[in-house]
């Protein structure tokens, strides 16, 4: 709901941690109009990344062109910092994971 967007902030975190550097995250900030009140873009060291991709069940690997191949999922976190919610792979409907969205959002905003 359009009320309900501007509590929404979103997270991409990179897994390519040799390329991915913060001068080129802000670049792909720009190149897709990632509003950054909304958007926060992270990247991290190989260790961080692995840990990262670990607690959300996130499998990558790089293949021989050094292209990050990696498994595609929209996690959603509550405000105790735990997973509410994921859907993974591609052409998902959007209509679950904005239920579940909306679910957080109104717990939120009863908290």
């Not at 792909?28 to 190989?46: A, C, I, M, R």
């Amino acid at each position: 709901k359009p009320e309900l967007r501007k509590q929404v902030r979103l997270a991409l975190f990179s897994f390519d941690s040799k390329n991915d550097i913060p001068k080129n995250l802000k670049l792909f900030s720009k190149k897709h109009q990632l509003d950054p009140e909304q958007w926060t873009l992270f990247h991290g060291s190989k260790s961080s990344v692995r840990e990262l991709a670990a607690l959300l069940s996130i499998k990558f690997q790089e293949d021989s062109d050094g292209m990050i191949e990696h498994s595609n999922a929209i996690t959603l976190i509550d405000s105790q910092g735990e997973i509410a919610h994921q859907q993974v792979g591609l052409k998902q409907d959007p209509t679950e994971i904005a239920r579940h969205l909306e679910a957080l959002l109104t717990a939120a905003k009863a908290e």
